[in-house]
C-alpha cells in the first residue's frame, strides 16, 4: 500500500456511523468467513475459540465481488465522499467516543464487517446510504446493497469531532496519535515473511467488534478478528487516548501451516533520507522520514539505538534476544528546521514504542529497511520474531502496549543518541591515500552535563571487520553532551555490511546507550581507489 495514498487517505476519506443498525445475532451475516460461530453473545474468550476452529480450517480468500460504481472510483471521486457527522456510532449517547466507517473503494476493496457489542451482546452495524455524501461520485444514483460493508473505521474522543485519534484501515494496518495530533507510522496486527524472496503475506482484519464504553469512561476496547493464508487470530484493543496514547493488545495467532518468518507487533514506517544517509538526497527539504531510529531495550538490561537507512538493497538485521524489555521506531529529531516541510511536519510524527506484557521467551527483534525513490512508500518494518518457527495447531499468545506519541515512554538512564553525521574521512589538509568514512555521533543526557572537566570520556568503538582510526570524544556545548567521532578504513573491496559499534565510558562505567550501525561501501558511493586516491 502507498503510504501517502493511505495517509491522505485518513485525512480526507469519508467515515460512517451505523444509523438504526440492524440487530442480528453475532456471526449470522452471511459476508462472515465460513464457520463462524452463532449466538448473540460475545466475549474475547469465544472470538479466540472462533479463530483457532478457522485455522483448522482450509483458507478461504473472503474477496467480494463490489459493486460496479463503487470498484470504479477514481481519486476525485472516492475524496469527494464525506461521512455525515449526525450518524456517527454513539453520537448524542454521551460517549466520549464517536466511531466513523470508510467507505468502500479505490485502494480499499475488500469489506470489513462491523459490530457494536452491549452488554455482552453484539449487534451488526449495517451500511446505509445515508451515512454519506457521496459528493460527485457516481454513487449519489447507485443502488448499493445493505450488507456492502465498510473499509475500516476512525475514532473520535472527548468533543473533537473532526481530528481522530486511531483509524484501522486497510489489511491489519493501524495508527493512532499523540497530543501532537499527527498521524505517522503504523502498526499491523501481524506480519508474515516480511523482507524474504519470496512475496509477503498481509493478514486482514476481516471483523470488528467495538464495545461501548460507559459514558464518563476513557477507555475504548476494540476486538478484531485476523485471517490469512497461513494464520488466523483474534486481537483485543483497549485504547487510551492521552498526550501518549496507549494501547494494550492481546493476540491469540494461530497457524494454518508452519510460518518461516512471522512478525509480532509489526511496526511500519518510512526513512527517506537524513543526516546519517544521504544516498537519495536530492530534495530540497534537509530530511524526509518519519521515523529515524530503532530503540531497543534487551532483556539483559542494554539500551541501543540504530539508526534507520535507506539501502540501495533491501536490508535485513536480526538483534538476538530473550526476553525483550521493549523496542520501538521513533522520531528523536522534532526540530522543525532540521526538516523544512511545512505541509506534512515530520517534527511531529509519532514515535511508537512496544512494551511487552508477558514473557515473550527468546527470540529476535527483526528490521527490514527496503530502498525507495521517494517518501511515497513505506520502506521500514520492525517486529518481534520468536526462535522458533510457528507450527500448525500451535495458540501463540502475546500480550504487550504500544505507546503512540512524541517521546517514547521510557528512556535510557545513560546518555542517548541525538545525531548521526557521515562523510569522507580522513585529516582535512592532508592528502588522502587510502579510503576511510567518517562518522561523527552525538550524545546528550545521563550524566554527560554532570561530569567535571577532569574525568576522561572514553569512546568505545568496534566493528565487524576493517579497521577504526582517528577516534576522539569531546564535549559539545550546543548540546550538553559530547560528540566521538571515528574514522571507518575499509580493508577491501567488498560490498558486504559492516557493523559498528559504538559507546561511551568512564572510568569502567558505561555512561551511553550502545549506538549500532550498518555501513555498505556502495560502490556509487564511493568511487574506486584506484581513480580517487594515489597509491
Known amino acids: 500500500m502507498h503510504r501517502r495514498q493511505l495517509l491522505k487517505t485518513l485525512i480526507a476519506a469519508a467515515a460512517a456511523g451505523i444509523g438504526d443498525p440492524e440487530k442480528r445475532a453475532w456471526g449470522a451475516d452471511a459476508k462472515q468467513p465460513s464457520g463462524v460461530l452463532t449466538g448473540d453473545f460475545f466475549d474475547y474468550a469465544r472470538l479466540k475459540g472462533h479463530a483457532r476452529a478457522l485455522a483448522a480450517q482450509p483458507y478461504r480468500d473472503a474477496a467480494t465481488a463490489l459493486p460496479k460504481a463503487v470498484k470504479d472510483l477514481d481519486w476525485d471521486e472516492y475524496q469527494s465522499i464525506r461521512f455525515r457527522d449526525d450518524h456517527a456510532l454513539w453520537a448524542g449517547a454521551g460517549s466520549r467516543f464517536r466511531v466513523k466507517f470508510f467507505h468502500l473503494g479505490l485502494f480499499f476493496q475488500q469489506p470489513v464487517q462491523m459490530y457494536e457489542v452491549v452488554a455482552g451482546r453484539a ?3 449495517a451500511y446505509e446510504g445515508g451515512m454519506f455524501d457521496y459528493g460527485k461520485s457516481s454513487l449519489r444514483d447507485a443502488n448499493l446493497p445493505s450488507d456492502l460493508g465498510f473499509a475500516g473505521f476512525r475514532v473520535n474522543f472527548s468533543g473533537d469531532w473532526v481530528r481522530d485519534i486511531t483509524a484501522f484501515l486497510g489489511a491489519s494496518y493501524f495508527r493512532a496519535v499523540g497530543a501532537e495530533m499527527q498521524y505517522g507510522l503504523s502498526a499491523r496486527g501481524l506480519a508474515i515473511n516480511s523482507g524474504m524472496p519470496s512475496p509477503e503475506e498481509f493478514p486482514r482484519f476481516t471483523t ?17 478478528l ?29 497457524p494454518r501451516k508452519e510460518i518461516e518468518r512471522i512478525g509480532i507487533a509489526p511496526l511500519t514506517s518510512m526513512y527517506l533520507h537524513g543526516e546519517n544517509d544521504r544516498r537519495v538526497a536530492n530534495d530540497w527539504r534537509p530530511e524526509v522520514h518519519d521515523s529515524d531510529g530503532l530503540a531497543m531495550w534487551r532483556g539483559n538490561g542494554e539500551w541501543i539505538w540504530r ?21 520501538g521506531l521513533l522520531q528523536r529529531d522534532r526540530n522543525f528546521d532540521h526538516y523544512q516541510d511545512d505541509g ?11 512494551e511487552p506484557r508477558s514473557s515473550w521467551g527468546k527470540g529476535a527483534i527483526q528490521l527490514v529497511e527496503l530502498p525507495t525513490p521517494d517518501e511515497t512508500q513505506d520502506n521500514i518494518v520492525a517486529f518481534w520474531n520468536p526462535a522458533e518457527p510457528p507450527k500448525p495447531g500451535q495458540e501463540l499468545l502475546f500480550s504487550y502496549r504500544l505507546h503512540w506519541g512524541g517521546r517514547a515512554p521510557i528512556s535510557p538512564p545513560l546518555a542517548v543518541v541525538v545525531a548521526t553525521r557521515t562523510g569522507i574521512g580522513g585529516v582535512v589538509g592532508r592528502p588522502r591515500t587510502y579510503m576511510s568514512w567518517r562518522f561523527t555521533v ?24 576493517g579497521e577504526i582510526e582517528v577516534t576522539s570524544a569531546r564535549p559539545l556545548e550546543g548540546i550538553r553532551g559530547y560528540r566521538a567521532m571515528f574514522d571507518y578504513k575499509p580493508v577491501d573491496r567488498s560490498t558486504a555490511p559492516v557493523t559498528l559499534r559504538l559507546f561511551l565510558r568512564a572510568n569502567g562505567k558505561p555512561l551511553s546507550e550502545t549506538w549500532l550501525y ?14 580517487q586516491y594515489p597509491k
Request: charged residues 20%.
Open 442 to 465: 552525538d550524545f546528550a543526557g545521563g550524566e554527560l552535563s554532570k561530569l567535571g572537566k577532569n574525568v576522561r570520556i572514553e569512546p568505545v568503538i568496534t566493528a565487524s571487520r
Open 344 to 354: 506534512v511536519f515530520y517534527e511531529r510524527r509519532p514515535s511508537l514504542w512496544v
Open 123 to 125: 449487534r451488526s452495524i
Open 226 to 254: 485476523l485471517d490469512s493464508a497461513s494464520a488466523a487470530g483474534a486481537f483485543r484493543f483497549h485504547i487510551r487516548p492521552s498526550a501518549v496514547l496507549s494501547m494494550d493488545v492481546d493476540a491469540a495467532i494461530y
Open 307 to 327: 539508526p534507520l537507512t535507506n539501502p540501495a538493497n533491501v536490508g535485513f538485521n536480526a538483534y538476538a534476544d530473550d526476553n525483550p524489555r521493549g523496542f
Open 518 to 531: 550498518e555501513w555498505i561501501a556502495w560502490e556509487q558511493r564511493l568511487p574506486p581507489l584506484s581513480t
Open 208 to 224: 470488528f467488534w467495538l464495545e461501548r464504553s460507559n459514558p464518563n469512561s476513557g477507555l475504548l476496547t476494540v476486538y478484531a
